[in-house]
């Protein structure tokens, strides 16, 4: 794949994919640290990807697709803020360019190092504690609906996972003390 691309030459859409899907997690964080609502978060991204397509000629090469992103990305954000201005979790305007700014600063590297670890601890965990942590994020289903097809209580439940995160963080937290490379993961 070559780096340029120019008014006549576009990324083709497998490249086009390819980067969308390596720049995937960074710009949901971004869209996360902007958006209270998964589901909005989603909605961005989702027309995000529509608009970079639509867009890509914009782009000056691959490499500089991530920041391109980011500023697509943070324009949806602010367009559905704008039109959710009713809600009482909105973030003010000087609150999200503040995120924005901080997100910009975020180190890919770290981020990634963070990812691993915390998938290496995850994978330390059984699968039922797996599946319980994750279907929150997952499925978008609410403790008290998780609780219920389990057969627990959502009081019982939120303790279990309250549990069940703080072994997850306990586990990165020593893994990337120990060395950032994730090596030897211990739970």
């Known amino acids: 794949m070559t780096n340029k691309v120019s008014g006549d030459e576009k990324l083709d859409e497998t490249q086009f994919m390819r980067l969308f899907v390596q ?8 869209a996360r640290s902007m958006l209270a609502d998964w ?10 990807g529509v608009t970079m397509w639509e867009k890509i000629g914009q782009l000056e090469n691959a490499d500089g697709f991530l ?9 949806k954000c602010h367009s559905t803020i704008n039109s959710s201005r009713r809600s009482r979790l909105v973030l003010s305007e000087e609150a999200v360019r503040l ?10 590297d770290r981020y990634e190092a963070n990812l ?11 699968m039922q504690q797996r599946d319980l942590v ?3 994020y997952r499925d ?3 403790v008290q609906d998780i609780a219920a097809r389990v057969g627990k209580s959502a009081n019982a439940l939120y303790k279990q996972l309250g549990r069940l995160r703080a072994k997850l963080s306990e586990c990165v937290e020593r893994n990337l003390k120990a060395d950032g490379s994730g090596e030897g993961l211990a739970l």
């Open 99 to 108: 995120l924005a700014v901080e997100i910009d600063s975020v180190d890919r």
């Open 140 to 142: 978008g289903i609410e």
């Open 39 to 48: 589901m909005a978060v989603d909605d961005v991204l989702q027309e995000a």
């Open 116 to 126: 691993y670890v915390l998938q290496g601890c995850l994978g330390k965990l059984s």
């Open 23 to 30: 720049h995937e997690p960074v710009l949901r964080c971004v």
């Open 67 to 75: 920041p391109w992103a980011r500023v697509i990305v943070r324009l």
């Open 134 to 136: 994750l279907a929150p």
